[in-house]
């Protein structure tokens, strides 16, 4: 049986952290065009809103994500003809994993368990990521046959270096979380029953720093990747500027010379 989207993609705002959580754990949450689609649309309300100032992106159940569900949409009418595949996996996967590069607050995956396929991909786009010890990071792709996509070929080799990279994505084994912790795949490990806490922890603290600064920062690291230097410090130093002209860098500067904590509101 299916459900909607708003059973199936939970959603809530606490303590300025929108969470976002997967909920088809008969599934192993295997996203739905549907899913999708609530996940991108949420992102860009994320961005939009300033009263969220972190988002946590996480699952029921025992796995994260376990790829896409292709049986989630309906089947495409007529004779598939050159261009349809390249246009749905534009459309589908690679604008999930945009959304959540472009989201405009800070993102933290929670991976609760095994993250396949477009399931690791949309852990490894976000910008923080904590994983439970039971959790197994896999490029099944080439257990289908397939090509990686929903944006693999462009973040792996990013995290771990072109020839790892080929190594995970020829072979498609799976990663246990620790090994994915010593890769740079992520930044914390911790027991099952302590992720939600830690990820909140993580979260909560995200959303009580400078978000604007922290949104060009996220920019900037994105796109240093792909850039010269001359461009990245160029964009450094327009973002800086545009930067002191919010409250929350005011706020930081008195909160240094008045030598007292300072209070982000995330303007």
């Known amino acids: 049986m299916t459900g909607t989207p708003e059973d199936e993609v939970l959603h809530r705002i606490d303590n300025g952290v929108a969470w976002i959580t997967l909920n088809r754990p008969e599934a192993m949450n295997a996203v739905t065009r549907d899913q999708r689609e ?9 961005s939009a809103d300033p009263g969220v100032r972190a988002v946590v992106v996480t699952a029921t159940g025992k796995g994260f994500c376990a790829g896409a569900d292709l049986r ?6 007529g004779e598939r003809v050159a261009g349809d595949v390249a246009r749905m996996i534009r459309l589908g996967a690679q604008r999930l994993i945009t959304a959540v590069l ?6 933290l995956a929670a991976v609760n368990g095994t993250a396949a396929g477009i399931g690791a991909h949309l852990a490894l786009a976000c910008d923080l990521v904590i ?13 289908r046959g397939l090509v990686p996509d929903g944006g693999g070929a462009y973040l792996l080799p990013r995290l771990v270096g072109p020839q790892k990279a080929k190594e995970l994505m020829f072979f498609g084994d ?22 939600e806490a830690t990820a909140r922890a993580w979260a909560e603290r995200l959303a009580q720093g400078p978000t604007r600064a922290l949104a060009m920062t996220k920019q900037l690291v994105n796109a240093s ?12 130093a327009t973002a800086q500027e545009i930067n002191m002209t919010t409250a929350d860098a005011n706020e930081g500067v008195a909160g240094f010379v008045e030598r007292r904590t300072p209070k982000y509101l995330g303007r």
């Open 38 to 46: 609530r996940i991108i649309a949420l992102l860009d309300e994320a």
């Open 72 to 77: 989630g949409g309906s089947a495409p009418a």
């Open 102 to 107: 472009d989201c405009e607050k800070p993102v």
């Open 131 to 143: 994983a439970a010890e039971p959790a197994r990071f896999i490029e099944v792709f080439v257990r």
């Open 174 to 195: 799976a990663v246990p979380a620790v090994e994915a912790e010593r890769l740079g795949l992520v930044n914390l490990v911790v027991p099952a029953e302590e992720l």
């Open 225 to 236: 990747l792909d850039g010269d230097r001359a461009a990245a410090l160029a964009a450094e």
